[in-house]
């Protein structure tokens, strides 16, 4: 079995042709989990956050929403929580933060660059729990 990705096409702006070609873990992980135990080597953990928090924005219900809409949210909620498990993954064991070296994207160092503490391990896992509770209490609902 190959463990690689391969994606081909041509760029919608510039019409040349692409490829990325990417390395796969061992094993299937299943969604919405982004990735096995390694931190990613693709996506740095600013955008991950990023992904996280824009998850937890569509986490939200109102109490008339539709069981579509309810679903809808509980998969964002599931998003958000595999989106901070992963910036989790960039923290060594020892570190109370991510190590700005982490970062591999210029958006990832400029969200890095204007809140560090933003990566900081206690935050993190105090967002990642609160971002459980949510999932938790759409499940729930």
């Known amino acids: 079995m190959d463990d690689s990705s391969v994606y081909e096409g041509e760029c919608p702006s510039c019409r040349s042709p692409r490829r990325f070609a990417f390395q796969l873990g061992p094993g299937f992980v299943p969604p919405p989990a982004y990735g096995g135990p390694e931190p990613s080597r693709i ?33 964002a909620a599931a ?43 206690d935050r993190l896992e105090a967002e990642l729990q609160e971002y459980r509770q949510a999932l938790s209490a759409l499940n729930d609902a």
């Not at 928090?53 to 986490?59: F, M, S, T, V, W």
């Not at 219900?61 to 579509?68: E, K």
């Not at 992963?86 to 070296?101: G, I, N």
């Open 43 to 75: 996506i740095d953990p600013a955008e991950f956050l990023t992904m996280g928090e824009r998850a937890a924005g569509y986490a939200v219900v109102r109490p008339d929403a539709s069981q579509r809409d309810r679903a809808g949210a509980r998969e």
């Open 79 to 121: 998003d958000a929580v595999a989106a901070v498990e992963e910036v989790l993954k960039f923290l060594p064991p020892s570190a109370d933060a991510v190590p700005e070296a982490a970062f591999s994207s210029d958006p990832g160092r400029e969200l890095y660059a204007a809140d560090p503490a933003r990566f900081q391990r």
